[in-house]
């Protein structure tokens, strides 16, 4: 899977979870500035990008994963 | 030193019968019911399968998004509260947030998200259950919810007394305002639990009605063929406001809030009091409280939810209370039993007859009780003259709350 598929996997969860618009959703945007997801919005996003790519992402990573970038590297490198 | 007048100058509703208020009060002048069958797979399983469900759906007027985070009971209240605020005209007002409180309260609460996450939880595990589920199953998300929305800073409060629960967060506004802790107080009910497992269990108790072939004859108080209550859904909201505080930024005014009689049975915990003991000192007070004489009600809002004990236990304490000169009416013959929201959804409905001079009907009375000797507005609405009007909730626990509008 390449960063593109993960990055656009991801913004299909953020449309469905915090209605973000997918154009939006690029490597460089930050989840709580730039795309204005809250904190328990993050937590419905991550348990549905470990469904959405069969990864686990323990709560101690999550608060590593500020840009859409961060969470695209944390999945590639855990698929 | 004199009291402080309190009035009305909002009003918002969700209701069985329609989105907003508008639609709501045509319907019921028109008499028309909102009861009908439950086509959900789950109801094949139920005893009961009717119930007054929502004319307009929230996700027609809340995004996706948004109602992902909202426990059903939840977005009507902001519906509710979004038309109120919007009729009272206080936005843009200059309002100080210090001086706005909010008074909203539930019967039952966010038990549709409770049983919704518990499902996921059994099949799923923990780490799927929604981390939105504690702030939409708590019972105060309502009341939340609308003084987030509102900016209400003057204190948010959520009553729970059963089916009194409407009744009693406007008893509470009153009180506000009157201890001068807000000027305005934005105050009513809601309730959305159509699921199997309420309908269960007020279904085991044999308090529901089985009518399940005739839908929306099913809510007949007082007549001979009344077998239980019909569960229905929907929210109430009523702006309360200081008078002077109205008057000040000529606001168009419905009603006065004169009074709030509040009182417990201490009896049983779901039986009323036999005599209506409880009830008929609620009304005395209401009445005391609004300083006028019994003698000036001339319309009686009912709490009768077509069971067989309790609505004519209603019409001794009325008897008591008031004698019979009034002309009553029972909306949850339209409406069913809206629970926490039905005592402010029928505020609403006496507010309005006061406006329109109209006694909304009591429909499907077609063989009225023996026990029934007071003057019902059966069938068809009817006009009247009402200088004052007095609304009646009792709920399970024991909770009755009387309260009178009168002509502003």
């Known amino acids: ?79 | 030193m004199s009291r402080t007048d309190v009035v009305v100058t909002g009003l918002g509703a969700t209701t069985p019968l329609g989105g907003d208020v508008a639609s709501t009060w045509d319907a019921m002048l028109a008499g028309r019911s909102g009861v009908g069958p439950l086509t959900q797979e789950w109801a094949g399983q139920l005893s009961v399968r009717i119930a007054a469900q929502l004319a307009v759906e929230p996700s027609e007027k809340i995004d996706r998004v948004k109602l992902r985070r909202l426990d059903r009971s939840e977005a009507i209240a902001l519906i509710a509260a979004h038309e109120a605020w919007a009729d009272a005209g206080l936005a843009d007002t200059g309002l100080d947030p210090e001086r706005l409180g909010v008074s909203i309260g539930s019967g039952i609460g966010g038990a549709t998200t409770l049983l919704a996450q518990d499902d996921i939880l059994e099949a799923s595990g923990p780490r799927r259950v929604s981390p939105h589920t504690v702030p939409m199953l708590m019972p105060n998300g309502p009341a939340a919810w609308v003084g987030l929305e509102l900016g209400a800073q003057a204190g948010v409060h959520s009553v729970a007394s059963a089916c009194a629960t409407g009744a009693e967060a406007i008893a509470l506004g009153l009180d506000m305002i009157r201890a001068g802790r807000a000027d305005v107080v934005v105050a009513g009910g809601t309730e959305a639990v159509i699921h199997p497992l309420p309908i269960a269990g007020f279904a085991s108790m044999r308090a529901m009605s089985t009518r399940n072939d005739d839908p929306e004859r099913a809510s007949r108080p007082w007549d001979k063929g009344r077998d239980g209550f019909v569960l229905g859904e929907g929210a109430g909201v009523v702006v309360l406001e200081r008078a002077d505080h109205a008057a000040a930024r000529g606001a168009r005014v419905y009603a006065r809030l004169a009074g709030a009689g509040l009182t417990s049975d201490g009896y049983d915990i779901v039986q009323p009091h036999p005599e209506g003991r409880g009830a008929i000192r609620a009304i005395a007070k209401a009445i005391a409280d609004a300083g006028i004489a019994k003698g000036d009600i001339v319309h009686v809002n009912a709490h009768a939810t077509s069971t067989p004990v309790g609505d004519v236990a209603e019409i001794y304490a009325l008897h008591a209370a008031l004698g019979d000169h009034p002309v009553i009416t029972a909306t949850k013959s339209m409406t069913g039993h809206l629970l926490g929201a039905a005592g402010a959804l029928e505020s609403i409905a006496s507010i309005l007859a006061i406006r329109d001079s109209v006694v909304p009907p009591t429909i499907n009375l077609d063989d009225p009780d023996d026990k029934l000797d007071m003057d019902v507005a059966a069938h068809k609405a009817r006009p009247l003259d009402i200088p004052a009007v007095l609304n009646n909730s009792f709920g399970f626990g024991g909770h009755n709350v009387a309260l009178v509008f009168t002509r502003a």
Not at chain 1, 2 to 17: F, H, Q
Not at chain 1, 54 to 79: F, H, R
């Open chain 1, 1 to 79: 899977m390449t960063r593109d598929e993960i990055t656009s996997g991801l913004a299909e969860i953020l449309e469905e979870v915090a209605g973000v618009n997918p154009d939006d959703v690029a490597e460089e945007k930050s989840f709580t500035d730039d795309l204005d997801v809250d904190s328990l919005s993050m937590v419905e996003v991550v348990v549905a990008a470990e469904e959405k790519f069969g990864v686990k992402i323990p709560d101690n990573e999550v608060q590593n994963l500020k840009s859409v970038g961060d969470a695209v590297t944390y999945i590639e490198s855990n698929l």
